[in-house]
């Protein structure tokens, strides 16, 4: 995304600003602020109340050994315009502090937290800074670059047993709680991280009163597996199994996040049959991913039939990933300048056979579900997500346009094709659960619409190259590049930094549902238990990406 | 609260699904077919493979470890062929890179064990053919290139 | 009105107590030994009817689901059940520890109990009542209700956060539902103008016009509706499953049990689900009058009662599979705010119908 008048806005903010900052206009057209330590604060709270950047977008930080240097990079965005701008704060090595961003923006909460664990950076004044991936007491910050993973010692006592060790919250016994003295009766509840609701590994520390939400403490990083830093030790093209395996609902859109990515970093055309295939691989994705969607809003409130029928439809989709790539869950289908093969001949009959059949399916779950009584007081008016609260956390996707605010990447910063293709972006009203679940539906709506336009694209097109021609060990020039999709969760993006070298430097995945998990306690406080587990349904959660 | 007319329809559409035909298939005993490319365990012929080691480095986890030496013809011929299957992705970089076809993907999917050290396969000794100049093995050693091997746990457990 | 005899074919009582006595045992004794063998009978039928269901429920929810449900153990997964119920036996009995014991252990036989009870009033043919006692309906009520304190002493002992939210879910659900539940049964009571629950099967016997039987529930649809929504709720199945919703609170009550004292819970739900049916059958639908055939006529009554008890079940199996959970306040509105005024107008109603039938000289 191009920062609007980016020539002008370098003046202007010049001006602004003075000696603070040094603007510079980077090949994509965004607008870049390096901006030292002691200012950071002052000009994010000029750029938030004065030039109406108001979310944070992304949080991250990348270690420059060479120049003795960690880069705080924030990156700013205005949803309306939409404009992109980025924040660089160098720090010194030795000792990097800079001020928190928490009060600015409460999105950065869990962000500074991130950069905290793995780069070691202070912010100052943070409420809890603390670790959130690794276990307390682990010993360094593995992405800095001198980090050296086999040196450390194993844990003398396991992280679970020094957090059992430590003492439960609240009491051992029902028994021993109190009466209160007249005060509320509180109950600590954990939810997760097994538990059959929460979708994978995710603990809520839930504070009941009765059967009524008091607090919630949402915890995550159980499914951790370091992707990020794995990927710095990997060759440029054998990342991308990894990427399927962060949102393992959608591979097919994770991978093109990636690849669209290194593609911009490195400079390679892309045939235009290749980028059809993408896009038509990217809407089944959106469509399978939003039917897992639906189908948990189903269980979760308490129906498993239409789970089982939404399985059945996307078996079907499974189906034809695998015809063409041989996966079904992970599909590992897109390359960097292509994608792996050409469609087999009989996938696009079957296709066409599925898009037929696929809108009685839609019915059938109407009928079954959103027309049900039951389900629609279970959903309809439930938390209320208004556009300052979302835009206050950053939250993106599906649940951003249920609160009414009208953004989608494919039309705000049309990637890849979407450009020419023809659809609709449904909005919410009321940032209820029932919007939630709704939007989902209708997206599957647009994402047929596309997936048929792109298959007569496609055969308007005819056959041709589906894989540029990339060099088998791929070196992009010194550089960074970020690329951001319209994931079916959210607002996915993927910060690569090249050093010239055949691995990349520092992969950064923006991932939509950490972000978005953070606004958990702020939607369901007062409401019931059962209330909480649908409006976290609303979410789509899937642990793979929260935690990476 | 409504009328309940759609919780009525909701008891019409599970009733029209269970007077009709059930979706699934009951799996070990009957099987859908994969699609001919599909990614299961894999199948290695020890008489195509010429050591090159491409499968080795497009490898993302370091699965494979090709040995090789250089034969009495002054080509690279193959010594071994190792796989450490609990760290495959199953992502099928190797197969891709693989420009002889010695390495591919079956459909193969009973790939669970019950312990670890069953997922760390090699080809046996006997089935990597000997390199050309030592004639005297012929008979044998064809016998075996024709049989293409599995290096999928389970038959290797059984060996 | 024309009568079948159908009461020669097996009336037990005198024939068994005769026949002890006959060996030479004393009256007394016969009468206990005649009670524990009809204990036991019930236990059986429990037992068996449950396993039963749950094949059933399996393959029910499994059709509606596009699966196939249990298809390998036994000839088309009929032993799956027996399987799953030797299992259960097998198992290790678990005790948690910090659990409170006393409550621990009782609460899944005061569950069991309450719902054996209930059978102790069903009339599952003209003679096969164990006890037709003149307040059979009030006895129903009482014993139903009952199982509420088996399920709050197992959210209390387990220990659990889960479990004691589920058994308090459970008590406020019971205690609400009792209400238009009892007040749903009081138009068949009024109609028939008795509580014997076989005296009101008897009530509906012949037809009206020749051609519609003369059940209660074409006089009383609405008492019906209620009474299959408030025993859906008793009994914890969907659209009321609270007390266990298992993505809210794993598992409710029972979280903490395995094994045979899990297997009461099981089997009590089932009990229970059977119960409510029955009841159903015999208040609303006629019980066990139907069509007697020459062959075996004294068995034709027990299998129309059946029929009825298992299509009503089949039901509660086809909703339990489509619809989906209250929240709890939606559950205590409808109970309250619906069911209790709806369950009131009916009373009114089956007042009207009575003052009717006798003004029309019944």
Known sequence: ?548 | MAHGRGALRGLRVTMGVMLTRPFTVEYPFKRLKFAPVYRGGFCFYPDKCIACQLCQSACPNGVITVGRERGPDKKMHLVSYEMDLQYCLYCGFCVEACNKDALVMTDQIDLTTYDRSFLKVAVPKELIPRPASAPSTAGPAKKAETAPKETAPRKEDQE | MERVDVTQGLNAYPVIVGWLQGCGVPGWLAEILYRVGAGLLVLTLIATLALVLVYMLRKVMGHMQCRLGPRVTGPFGLLQTVADALKLMQKEDIIPARVDRPMFILAPYLVFLSCGMIFMVLPLSPTWILNDLEAGVLYFVAFGSLASFGLLMAGWGSNSKYSLIGGMRSVAQVVSYEVPLVLALLGSVMLAGTLSTHEIVLAQGGTWFGCIPRWFIFLQPLGFVIYFLCGLAETGQTPFDLPEGESELVAGYNTEYSGMRFALFFLAEFGNTFAIAAMATTLFLGGWHGPVLPFLPWLWPFIWFMVKAMALTFCMMWVRSTWLRFRIDQMMDFGWKILVPLALLNIFISAGEVAAIRWIGG
């Open chain 1, 1 to 548: 995304m191009k920062t609007q008048d980016a020539e002008k806005r370098k003046t202007v903010l010049t001006k602004r600003f003075g000696e603070a900052v040094t603007p510079t206009v980077d090949p994509d057209g965004v607008l870049e602020l390096v901006v030292a330590p002691p200012q950071a604060p002052e000009v994010l709270k000029t750029l938030h109340e004065e030039y109406d950047f108001h979310q944070l977008h992304d949080l991250t930080a990348v270690d420059y050994i060479k120049d003795n240097q960690i880069t705080v990079l924030y990156r700013l965005m205005n949803l309306d315009k939409p404009d992109m701008l980025v924040v660089k704060v160098p720090l010194d090595r030795s000792q990097p502090e800079v001020a928190t961003a928490t009060g600015i923006w409460p999105a950065a909460n869990w962000l500074e937290r991130e950069v905290y664990d793995y780069f070691g950076v202070k912010f100052v004044g943070h409420p809890n800074l603390t670790r959130i991936m690794l276990w307390e007491g682990f010993d360094g910050h593995p992405f800095r670059k001198d980090f050296q993973a086999f040196d450390q010692a194993p844990p003398d006592i396991e992280p679970h047993e020094a957090y059992l060790a430590s003492g439960f919250e609240g009491p051992i016994d029902l028994r021993d709680v109190g009466n209160g003295n007249g005060a509320a009766r509180k109950l600590i509840v954990n939810f997760g991280p097994q538990h059959p609701s929460m979708h994978g590994v995710f603990r809520a520390a839930v504070e009941l009163d009765g059967e009524t939400i008091v607090d919630l403490k949402p915890i995550v990083g159980y499914l951790h597996r370091g992707l990020e830093k794995l990927a710095e030790m990997r060759t440029w093209a054998q990342v991308i199994p990894y990427t399927d395996r962060t949102d393992y609902l959608a591979a097919m859109n994770n991978n093109h996040a990636y690849v669209l990515a290194v593609e911009k970093l490195a400079g390679i055309e892309v045939p235009l049959r290749a980028e059809i295939i993408r896009v038509l691989m990217c809407e089944l994705g959106r469509i399978h991913s939003h039917l897992m969607a639906i189908g948990c809003f189903g269980m979760d409130t308490g129906a498993l039939t239409p789970f089982l029928y939404v399985w059945r439809e996307r078996e079907k989709i499974y189906d034809l990933f695998e015809m063409v790539c041989g996966g079904r869950l992970l599909t590992t289908y897109f390359r960097i300048g292509g994608v792996a093969r050409d469609l087999p001949p009989e996938f696009l009959p079957r296709l066409k056979k599925f898009l037929q059949e696929f809108p009685k399916c839609i019915e059938q779950y109407n009928n079954i579900l959103s027309g049900n009584e039951i389900f629609q007081m279970r959903l309809r008016k439930v938390a209320h997500l208004t556009r300052e609260v979302a835009l206050k956390y950053s939250i993106t996707g599906p649940m951003l346009r249920a609160a009414g605010v009208n953004y989608d990447v494919r039309k705000a910063d049309p990637y890849s094709l979407y450009s020419k293709f023809d659809f609709k972006v449904p909005l919410g009203k009321n940032g209820d659960a029932w919007d939630f679940y709704w939007l989902r539906v209708l997206e599957m709506w647009q994402s047929m619409r596309i997936v048929n336009q792109a298959i007569e694209y496609l055969e308007e097109v005819g056959p041709g190259p589906v894989l540029a021609k990339v060099p088998k060990t791929l070196k992009p020039k010194e550089g960074e590049a970020y690329v951001h999709i319209e994931s079916p969760k959210g607002d996915l993006g993927c910060y690569v930094v090249s050093d010239g070298g055949p691995n990349p430097y520092r992969f950064r995945w923006r991932p939509p549902l950490f972000i978005n998990v953070q606004s958990l306690p702020e939607l369901v406080r007062g409401w019931k238990i059962a209330d909480f587990i649908a409006i976290f349904a609303g979410y789509d959660a899937v642990m793979g990406e929260v935690d990476r």
